[in-house]
C-alpha cells in the first residue's frame, strides 16, 4: 500500500528583489513514499533547489502546504519548525558546510549536542555513524585534512546522526571526481536500503538520476515529469 512520508499540494514560491520578481515555483505538486529514493533534475534556474528548500522548511511559502509526516510543515511556528527539521531529518549540500575548526567526529556530534543529547551519548551515536561511512580512522582529523569524498562521507553521517526519516540532498556529488561520486552514491543507495530512509536529492548528474528509484523532471517552476508516467496536463 502507498505510505507517503512528503506531500506537497499547490506550492507557489516568489522571489521580489523589489525590482524584480521571479516566479520560482508555479503550482509543484509532488509525493514521496517512505523508503523512496528521489532525484530532482532539470535546467539551471528551474527552481530544483528552491523546491528542495520549501519542501524540507528552510524557506517559506507563498502558497499551497506540505505536509511531512503528516505534518503541515508551514503552519508550525519558525522555533519548532527548526526542531522538527533538526529531529527529523537530514541535509547532505556539496560544499559540505562543515566547520573547519571542528574534527570530523565533532562536527557529526554537533546536530545531537544542539538538540540536547548528553556529550557522551552524542560521541557514542556519532561513532556509529562514522563507522557506517567508513572514517572511524579520520574521526580526529580536521576537515581540511580530509579528501573530497571524505568530506562528503562526514557531512552523510552528520545528516543521519538524528536517524531522521528524509535526506535531503543538493547536488551531493557535484564537487565530486566520477570515481569518488559513485562511491558517494554507492553509500548513499545502502544506506537507503538498509536504514528505510527518504532521499530526495537534487542532481544535474545523470549517473545520479540512474541511481535513484524515480526522476522528477522540472522546467521554468513547475514538474513537467513526476517519474510516475505523468506529464504536466496529462
Not at 511531512?68 to 547532505?92: K, N, Q, W
Not at 568530506?151 to 553521517?157: E, F, H, N, P
Not at 561520486?181 to 537507503?192: G, P, T, Y
Not at 523532471?217 to 513537467?224: A, E, F, K, N, S
Request: net charge negative; hydrophobic share 40%.
Amino acid at each position: 500500500m502507498p505510505d507517503p512520508i512528503i506531500i506537497a499540494s499547490g506550492i507557489y514560491k516568489t522571489y521580489d528583489t523589489g525590482t524584480v520578481k521571479v516566479n520560482a515555483l508555479q503550482g509543484v505538486d509532488l509525493t514521496v513514499e517512505r523508503g523512496e529514493m528521489v532525484a530532482i533534475m532539470g535546467p539551471s534556474g528551474c527552481g530544483k533547489t528552491t523546491m528542495l528548500n520549501c519542501l524540507s522548511g528552510l524557506d517559506e511559502i507563498d502558497s499551497g502546504q506540505v505536509l511531512i509526516d503528516g505534518v503541515v510543515l508551514h503552519d508550525l511556528p519558525d522555533d519548532e519548525r527548526s526542531d522538527y527539521r533538526a529531529r527529523r531529518m537530514g541535509f547532505v549540500f556539496q560544499l559540505y558546510n562543515l566547520l573547519p575548526v571542528l574534527s570530523a567526529i565533532e562536527n557529526v556530534e554537533l546536530p545531537l549536542l544542539v538538540s540536547g543529547v548528553s556529550p557522551s551519548e552524542s560521541r557514542r551515536r556519532s561513532m556509529e555513524q562514522l563507522d557506517l561511512v567508513g572514517l572511524t580512522a579520520r574521526a580526529q582529523h580536521l576537515p581540511g585534512e580530509l579528501s573530497g569524498g571524505q568530506r562528503q562521507r562526514v557531512t552523510i553521517a552528520r545528516a543521519l546522526v538524528n536517524q531522521p526519516s528524509i535526506v535531503w540532498a543538493d547536488e551531493p556529488t557535484g564537487d565530486l571526481d566520477s570515481e569518488t561520486a559513485s562511491e558517494i552514491m554507492d553509500l548513499m543507495c545502502r544506506l537507503n536500503v538498509d536504514n528505510g530512509q527518504s532521499f530526495v536529492m537534487v542532481t544535474h548528474s545523470a549517473d545520479v538520476g540512474d541511481r535513484a528509484h524515480r526522476i522528477v523532471r522540472m522546467r521554468d517552476g513547475m514538474i513537467v515529469d513526476d517519474g510516475n508516467g505523468r506529464s504536466k496536463g496529462s
